[in-house]
């Protein structure tokens, strides 16, 4: 027989969470950074023309959220930690689906690195005046690139914070009905924003998968890191109280 598989570390558990909490406040900040600096939407073209003003801030932001995403993956391993013997099947899915999403849109997040070369080139003296329009179309070029990884990233996340959220259900004690019902509402209502975005690229329903991913990680990263100061549950026994 097979031997039992020893509970997770309760430092391990801790720190997953912590992950998770840090993340969303690392997000926060970095729209923070946005509205003080009063930044323009990526997208606008304000964003090339104003670059040498609003590089710093740019910069600041970019780096805000690229380390709000490793601190979710991060905690999504931990999950998949915690999850893997109540379901293994949507707990390995949904982990690497989402894993797989964060990949992405830390890619497209340091969007700076390829249009900085252009705000230069756009804002030297040197340049003829004729040729500016023709870096506007480089630089709305490099941007819908970007866009596109984002736009995936935020599709795939939300599905696999739905079937973490089935695994949650499939008797996981340490997480509860009520955990596991937000985070599958929260994955289906954020698949579906990041679907309709898909589906109309000029629509704002993206911001549903964002909010649905902030929420999903601040909920249960809060949750897991009470898992891992409780040393008095058992991970493994699904037959366990929920903690309360």
């Known amino acids: 027989m097979s031997q039992p598989e020893p509970a997770p570390d309760p430092q391990l558990i801790r720190w997953g ?11 926060l900040c970095s729209v923070a950074v946005v509205v003080a600096l009063g930044l323009p939407d990526a997208s606008d073209v304000e964003t090339l023309t104003d670059f040498p003003d609003i590089e710093s801030g740019r910069i600041a932001e970019h780096f805000l959220y690229l380390g709000a995403l490793i601190l979710f993956a ?48 756009y804002h030297s003296p040197d340049t003829p005046a004729e040729d500016l329009q023709a870096i506007e179309y480089a630089w709305f070029g490099a941007q819908s690139v970007f866009d596109t990884m984002l736009a995936t990233g935020v599709l795939l996340v939300p599905i696999g ?84």
């Open 17 to 27: 969470g912590v992950a998770g909490v840090a993340g969303v406040i690392l997000l």
């Open 74 to 121: 991060l905690h999504t391993f931990v999950l998949h930690r915690l999850l893997r013997t109540a379901h293994p099947a949507p707990a390995l899915f949904g982990t690497v689906i989402a894993a797989f999403g964060l990949v992405i849109m830390a890619a497209s997040s340091l969007l700076h690195v390829s249009t900085s070369p252009l705000a230069d080139l």
């Open 161 to 244: 914070i739905l079937l973490l959220g089935v695994a949650m259900r499939s008797d996981a004690p340490a997480f509860g009905p009520h955990l596991s019902m937000l985070t599958i509402g929260l994955g289906t209502v954020g698949t579906i924003g990041a679907a309709a975005e898909v589906v109309d690229p000029g629509s704002d329903f993206s911001a549903a998968g964002v909010l649905a991913i902030a929420v999903f990680y601040f909920s249960i990263g809060w949750r897991t890191v009470r898992l891992g100061t409780n040393a008095s549950i058992d991970l493994t026994d699904s037959e366990q109280t929920p903690v309360d």
